[in-house]
C-alpha cells in the first residue's frame, strides 16, 4: 500500500469525515490523538487505549531526546516495540516544549540551545536535530520543526518567527526526505504559524505548499488566546491549506473547541486535558465536566456519566470512584482516565456519524447545549 493517503467520504458545510490509510493501520477522521508523552499514555495500558478507540497516538519529541534519549529508543526497536503499541504514532518536533519548558534558551537562524528541565544539561535542537530524532524513534508522521510565539507578541516578532518557521520547514522537508526507509514508510507535516493574524497566516500556508507536505497542521493556538479568538481564527486558516490534506489542530482541547474546530475544517487533533483532568479526579460527561471528589458523589450509586457505556461507568459508581480518587489510589487515576479517553473517543465517533448523515449542525447545537447545561 502507499505510504500514505488521505481520502474524504463525507462532507457536512466546512467538515469532513474520511480516513488516512499508513502502513501501521488506518486513522478515522476527524480523529483525536491521546497524548503519550514520555512513551506512554499515563495511567493507561496500550490495549486499553486502543479499546477506547483510538487509531493513533503522539508521542513528544523533547521528552524522550532527554529521557530514555532517542538513540537508546533506537537501539531497543523503535517507540512501537518500546511502548507496546503497533499502530500509527505522531511526534511532534519538540519545538513547543523547548520554547514553553525552559527557562534559558538561546535561539538563532540554526535553532534553539536550550537547558534540560531534568538535569540541566545544555542540549541544542534544530530542524535537522529535531528530525533525526523523530527517525530514531521511527515516528509514523513527523512534524517540522518551528518557532512558537505567544499571540500577544509583537506584530514584528510574530512575522519573524513566522518566517523563520518557514525556513526551517524547508530545512526539516530536506532532513526527512534524506531519512531513507524511515521516509518511504512515514509522512511529514508543515505547520503553519503567523498568531491571529490572517495575512500572516496566508503567506505561512503559501509558503509551506510550496515546499509541500503529506499534511498541514496549524500552529500557534490554544495557548491562552481563548476559545473566541481561536475560532475566530480557524475561520480562515484551514481554508488557506490543501483541501485534499489532513488538518490537524495542534494541542486542542476541550470537548466544545473540538466540536467548533471540526465545524471549521479540522481533522486531527490531541490534547492532556483527558489524562491530566482524569489524574486530578475531573471527568468529562455529555452534562459537562464533574469533579469526583465532590461530598455529593459520596453516596451517590450512579454512573460516572449515565449516558455512557464505557467500562467504567458500566462497571463502577461515582461513590466508589470517589472513594478511590480522596484517598489517592492509583486505580481511581486509572479509571478516571480511562472514562476520559472513550468519551472523547465517542465524542470523535459521533462527530464522524454527523457528517456523514448531513447532521452536523444538529449534533453539535445540541451537544453544546446539553454540555454548558451541567
Same mark, same amino acid.
Given at each position: 500500500?502507499?505510504?500514505?493517503?488521505?481520502?474524504?467520504?463525507?462532507?457536512?458545510?466546512?467538515?469532513?469525515?474520511?480516513?488516512?490509510?499508513?502502513?501501521?493501520?488506518?486513522?478515522?477522521?476527524?480523529?483525536?490523538?491521546?497524548?503519550?508523552?514520555?512513551?506512554?499514555?499515563?495511567?493507561?495500558?496500550?490495549?486499553?487505549?486502543?479499546?477506547?478507540?483510538?487509531?493513533?497516538?503522539?508521542?513528544?519529541?523533547?521528552?524522550?531526546?532527554?529521557?530514555?534519549?532517542?538513540?537508546?529508543?533506537?537501539?531497543?526497536?523503535?517507540?512501537?516495540?518500546?511502548?507496546?503499541?503497533?499502530?500509527?504514532?505522531?511526534?511532534?518536533?519538540?519545538?513547543?516544549?523547548?520554547?514553553?519548558?525552559?527557562?534559558?534558551?538561546?535561539?538563532?537562524?540554526?535553532?534553539?540551545?536550550?537547558?534540560?528541565?531534568?538535569?540541566?544539561?545544555?542540549?541544542?535542537?534544530?530542524?535537522?536535530?529535531?528530525?533525526?530524532?523523530?527517525?530514531?524513534?521511527?515516528?509514523?508522521?513527523?512534524?517540522?520543526?518551528?518557532?512558537?510565539?505567544?499571540?500577544?507578541?509583537?506584530?514584528?516578532?510574530?512575522?519573524?518567527?513566522?518566517?523563520?518557521?518557514?525556513?526551517?520547514?524547508?530545512?526539516?522537508?530536506?532532513?526527512?526526505?534524506?531519512?531513507?526507509?524511515?521516509?518511504?514508510?512515514?509522512?511529514?507535516?508543515?505547520?503553519?504559524?503567523?498568531?491571529?493574524?490572517?495575512?500572516?497566516?496566508?503567506?505561512?500556508?503559501?509558503?509551506?505548499?510550496?515546499?509541500?507536505?503529506?499534511?498541514?497542521?496549524?500552529?500557534?493556538?490554544?495557548?491562552?488566546?481563548?476559545?473566541?479568538?481561536?475560532?475566530?481564527?480557524?475561520?480562515?486558516?484551514?481554508?488557506?491549506?490543501?483541501?485534499?490534506?489532513?488538518?490537524?489542530?495542534?494541542?486542542?482541547?476541550?470537548?466544545?473547541?473540538?466540536?467548533?474546530?471540526?465545524?471549521?475544517?479540522?481533522?486531527?487533533?490531541?490534547?492532556?486535558?483527558?489524562?491530566?483532568?482524569?489524574?486530578? &479526579?475531573?471527568?468529562?460527561?455529555?452534562?459537562?465536566?464533574?469533579?469526583?471528589?465532590?461530598?455529593?458523589?459520596?453516596?451517590?450509586? &450512579?454512573?460516572?456519566?449515565?449516558?455512557?457505556?464505557?467500562?467504567?461507568?458500566?462497571?463502577?459508581?461515582?461513590?466508589?470512584?470517589?472513594?478511590?480518587?480522596?484517598?489517592?489510589?492509583?486505580?481511581?487515576?486509572?479509571?478516571?482516565?480511562?472514562?476520559?479517553?472513550?468519551?472523547?473517543?465517542?465524542?470523535?465517533?459521533?462527530?464522524?456519524?454527523?457528517?456523514?448523515?448531513?447532521?452536523?449542525?444538529?449534533?453539535?447545537?445540541?451537544?453544546?447545549?446539553?454540555?454548558?447545561?451541567?
Amino acid at each position: 500500500m502507499s505510504r500514505f493517503t488521505f481520502t474524504i467520504s463525507a462532507q457536512d458545510g466546512r467538515a469532513r469525515t474520511g480516513q488516512i490509510a499508513m502502513q501501521r493501520g488506518t486513522i478515522r477522521t476527524p480523529a483525536f490523538m491521546p497524548v503519550g508523552t514520555a512513551a506512554t499514555v499515563k495511567a493507561m495500558k496500550p490495549a486499553d487505549v486502543r479499546a477506547s478507540g483510538a487509531d493513533i497516538i503522539l508521542g513528544n519529541t523533547y521528552h524522550l531526546m532527554l529521557r530514555p534519549g532517542a538513540e537508546r529508543v533506537a537501539a531497543l526497536g523503535g517507540l512501537h516495540r518500546f511502548m507496546g503499541w503497533d499502530r500509527p504514532i505522531l511526534t511532534d518536533s519538540g519545538g513547543y516544549q523547548v520554547m514553553s519548558l525552559s527557562d534559558l534558551t538561546t535561539r538563532n537562524e540554526d535553532g534553539v540551545t536550550f537547558k534540560s528541565h531534568l538535569d540541566g544539561s545544555r542540549h541544542t535542537l534544530s530542524p535537522e536535530r529535531s528530525i533525526e530524532i523523530q527517525r530514531l524513534l521511527g515516528s509514523d508522521i513527523v512534524m517540522a520543526f518551528d518557532e512558537l510565539v505567544p499571540t500577544t507578541s509583537t506584530p514584528e516578532v510574530q512575522q519573524a518567527a513566522m518566517a523563520r518557521s518557514m525556513r526551517w520547514a524547508k530545512r526539516s522537508r530536506a532532513a526527512f526526505d534524506g531519512g531513507g526507509a524511515h521516509a518511504e514508510a512515514a509522512a511529514i507535516f508543515g505547520i503553519q504559524q503567523g498568531a491571529l493574524d490572517e495575512a500572516l497566516r496566508k503567506s505561512s500556508a503559501d509558503a509551506l505548499i510550496e515546499i509541500g507536505f503529506d499534511g498541514y497542521a496549524v500552529g500557534g493556538l490554544a495557548v491562552g488566546e481563548g476559545q473566541a479568538a481561536m475560532f475566530g481564527c480557524l475561520d480562515f486558516a484551514p481554508g488557506q491549506l490543501p483541501a485534499d490534506k489532513p488538518r490537524y489542530l495542534m494541542g486542542v482541547g476541550k470537548p466544545d473547541d473540538i466540536v467548533g474546530a471540526v465545524e471549521r475544517g479540522i481533522d486531527m487533533f490531541d490534547c492532556v486535558l483527558p489524562t491530566r483532568s482524569g489524574r486530578t &479526579g475531573q471527568a468529562f460527561t455529555r452534562a459537562g465536566p464533574i469533579n469526583i471528589r465532590n461530598a455529593k458523589f459520596a453516596e451517590d450509586l &450512579g454512573p460516572l456519566d449515565p449516558s455512557c457505556a464505557c467500562p467504567v461507568c458500566t462497571g463502577w459508581s461515582r461513590a466508589y470512584l470517589h472513594h478511590l480518587v480522596r484517598s489517592a489510589e492509583i486505580l481511581g487515576a486509572m479509571l478516571m482516565t480511562e472514562h476520559n479517553l472513550c468519551f472523547y473517543q465517542r465524542l470523535m465517533s459521533d462527530l464522524r456519524d454527523a457528517i456523514s448523515e448531513q447532521r452536523l449542525t444538529r449534533f453539535a447545537d445540541d451537544f453544546r447545549r446539553r454540555y454548558a447545561g451541567g
